[in-house]
T-cell receptor, first 118, second 111 residues
Framework: NAGVTQTPKFQVLKTGQSMTLQCAQD?????MYWYRQDPGMGLRLIYY???????DKGEVPNGYNVSRLNKREFSLRLESAAPSQTSVYFC?????????????????FGEGSWLTVV | GENVEQHPSTLSVQEGDSAVIKCTYS??????FPWYKQELGKRPQLIID?????GEKKDQRIAVTLNKTAKHFSLHITETQPEDSAVYFC??????????FGTGTRLKVLA
């Protein structure tokens, strides 16, 4: 039981390049999330998927796209990377049923992906 | 939109003293209030959580208290140790964004 697995762990991109961050969870969770964390800062929600087949924008969605490929996998794509997207990206999942967010369920995080855009 | 305010942003305490971190939220529908600890270079990990049907929960040296009327909840760490040094985040639900994090508190325990 690996939990939440994300790849790659480290990546350096040139401005304008594209890339996809991959995330998979093996806990049969309904909800999945992508957060970014800038140095010394908190976590900001980029996109989330409350259930398979649905995705919604979070606090900072500009410059990103996501795909909920199936219940296990949720990918984040940068179409044209910019230096402002240099950050640590965390994928996360929870058993949360998207129809009842207020009940709450533990969020489990992947180990993070360190992305530098030069 | 919904937000959560976390204070203080930094906190230094002497080893053995207590530390208290507070979060204030705005979504009155929130029913779940967890706290996460993030060590340098690592992922955030849940350390304690509380649901709105209780006012306090304790797990050894850490405790969380909730005041739903005032819409705030607090993390209490007693008998602090150097390994408690980390960044602590509260989390709350949002009508728009599901889960959003507080801005974090950098706790430093001085030996």
């Amino acid at each position: 039981n690996a939990g939440v697995t994300q790849t790659p762990k480290f990546q350096v991109l040139k401005t304008g390049q594209s890339m996809t961050l991959q995330c998979a969870q093996d806990m049969n969770h309904n909800s999945m999330y992508w957060y970014r964390q800038d140095p010394g800062m908190g976590l900001r929600l980029i996109y989330y998927s409350a259930s398979e087949g649905t995705t919604d924008k979070g606090e900072v969605p500009n410059g990103y796209n996501v795909s909920r490929l199936n219940k296990r996998e949720f990918s984040l794509r940068l179409e044209s990377a910019a230096p402002s997207q240099t950050s640590v990206y965390f994928c996360a999942s929870s058993a949360l049923d998207g129809t009842d967010y207020s009940s709450g369920n533990t969020i489990y995080f992947g180990e993070g992906s360190w992305l530098t855009v030069v | 939109g919904e937000n959560v305010e976390q204070h203080p942003s930094t906190l230094s305490v002497q080893e053995g003293d207590s530390a208290v971190i507070k979060c204030t939220y705005s979504d009155s529908a929130s029913n779940y209030f967890p706290w996460y600890k993030q060590e340098l270079g690592k992922r955030p990990q849940l350390i304690i959580d509380i649901r709105s049907n209780v006012g306090e929960k304790k797990d050894q040296r850490i405790a969380v208290t909730l005041n739903k009327t005032a819409k705030h909840f607090s993390l209490h760490i007693t008998e602090t140790q150097p390994e408690d040094s980390a960044v602590y985040f509260c989390l709350t639900t949002s009508g728009t964004y599901k889960y959003i994090f507080g801005t974090g508190t950098r706790l430093k325990v001085l030996a």
